[in-house]
C-alpha cells in the first residue's frame, strides 16, 4: 500500500513538473510582457509627462505620441549604429533595398490571412523575409561574380515585384493594410510595435558591442581580415542580418520607402564632425536622435507624414553642417 502510494505521488510530481515546464514559457512572456508595461506607464509616461508639465507641450502627454518619441529614440540609435557600418564600405544601398524586400513581407503576411486565414504577424513575415533577402544579396555577390550594386538592384526589385504581385492576386484587398507599412505613421505605433523595436535595439547595439572589433576590421580592410583569418563571410552576415533588424523595426514609423534614411543620412553627416570611426558613430547616433525627435515633433504640429518630416529633418543637418564645414 506504502508502495501504491508512492507511486501515485511520484505520477503526481512528474506530472505537475510537466505542466510546471510547458507552462514556464508563458510565465516568461507574462512577466517581460509585464515588465514592459510597467516601463512604459511608470518610466516612460512619467518622464514625458514631466516634460509636458514644464514644457506646457501637451502633446508629451499623449501615449501615443510616448510611444512615437520612444519608437525614434531606438531607431536614432541602431539606425546610424548599423548604417556606419554600412557607408564606410560602400553599401549604403543595402538598407533600402532590404526595405522594399520587407515590403514584400508584409503582403506576404496579409496575403496568407486574407487567402488561408492564417495570422502571420506582418512584422515577423517582413523580418524572414528581409534576412533571407540578405543572404541571397551575400550568395549572388559571392558565388555568381555579381557585382554588388547589381545584386542588390535585382533582389530591390525583385522584392517589390512580389509585393506588388501578392497585392494584385487578391484584387487589391490587402493595399489598404499595406499603406500604412509603405508611408509609416504615428498614430498606428501599438505597444507591441515598440516592444518590437526595443527588443529589437537590444539585439542589434549588444550584437554590435560584442562584435565590434571584426565589424570594423572587415568595414576598412576586408583583405586583411581575410589573411589574418578571420571568418569574413560570418561578419558579413551578421552586418546583414542586423540591417535587416534596422530597417523591420523602424519601418512602422518611417514607412517602407524611407527606413532606409537613418541608416544613411546622420552617419554622413556625422562624418564631416568625427575625427575617428568611433567619434564618428556617436555623432551619427547624436544627429539621428535630433533628426527623429524634431521630425515626430514637426510631423504632429502640421500634420505632416512622419518618415518624411524625420528625412527632411535630418537632410537639413546634413546641409547645415555641410554649410558650416565650408565655410570654416
Known amino acids: 500500500m506504502t508502495g501504491l502510494v508512492a507511486l501515485a505521488a511520484t505520477d503526481f510530481l512528474a ?5 510546471a515546464g510547458s507552462l514556464a514559457p508563458l510565465l516568461v512572456a507574462d512577466a517581460f510582457t509585464g515588465i514592459f508595461d510597467w516601463f512604459l506607464t511608470a518610466v516612460v509616461g512619467g518622464v514625458f509627462s514631466w ?6 507641450l501637451d502633446f508629451l502627454g499623449y501615449p501615443y505620441m510616448q510611444r512615437a518619441y520612444l519608437s525614434v529614440l531606438c531607431i536614432g540609435v541602431v539606425g546610424p ?3 556606419s557600418f ?3 564600405r560602400d553599401l549604403s544601398m543595402v538598407g533600402d533595398t532590404l526595405a522594399h524586400t520587407a515590403f514584400a513581407g508584409v503582403a506576404l503576411a496579409l496575403f496568407l490571412d486574407a487567402t488561408l486565414g492564417l495570422a502571420v504577424p506582418p512584422l515577423l513575415g517582413a523580418l524572414v523575409v528581409a534576412v533571407v533577402a540578405a543572404l541571397v544579396v551575400q550568395a549572388l555577390i559571392e558565388y555568381t561574380d555579381a557585382r554588388s550594386d547589381a545584386a542588390l538592384a535585382m533582389v530591390l526589385t525583385g522584392g517589390f515585384a512580389l509585393g506588388s504581385v501578392l497585392i494584385s ?16 505613421s504615428l498614430a498606428t505605433v501599438s505597444r507591441a510595435d515598440v516592444g518590437l523595436l526595443v527588443s529589437m535595439g537590444l539585439v542589434v547595439v549588444g550584437s554590435v558591442a560584442v562584435a565590434y572589433r571584426p565589424l570594423v576590421y572587415v568595414t576598412f580592410d576586408e583583405t586583411a581580415a581575410r589573411a589574418s583569418r ?3 563571410r560570418a561578419v558579413n552576415t551578421l552586418l546583414s542580418i542586423l540591417t535587416a533588424f534596422v530597417v523591420v523595426s523602424a519601418m512602422r514609423i518611417m514607412g517602407v520607402i524611407l527606413v532606409a534614411a537613418l541608416l544613411v543620412i546622420p552617419v554622413v553627416t556625422a562624418s564631416r564632425l568625427g575625427r575617428s570611426f568611433k567619434q564618428s558613430l556617436l555623432y551619427g547616433v547624436l544627429a539621428g ?5 524634431a521630425g ?6 502640421y500634420g505632416l507624414a512622419a518618415g518624411g518630416s524625420i528625412v527632411l529633418v535630418a537632410l537639413a543637418g546634413f546641409v547645415a553642417v555641410a554649410a558650416g564645414h565650408r565655410l570654416t
Do not use: K, P
Open 15 to 19: 506530472v505537475d513538473f510537466s505542466a
Open 51 to 56: 516634460l509636458a508639465g514644464v514644457t506646457g
Open 81 to 83: 549604429l548599423v548604417g
Open 86 to 88: 554600412l557607408v564606410y
Open 169 to 184: 492576386l487578391t484584387g487589391g484587398g490587402i493595399s489598404v493594410g499595406i499603406n500604412q507599412y509603405l508611408f509609416g
Open 230 to 232: 578571420l571568418h569574413v
Open 289 to 293: 536622435e535630433l533628426a527623429g525627435v
Open 296 to 301: 515626430v515633433t514637426v510631423a504632429y504640429l
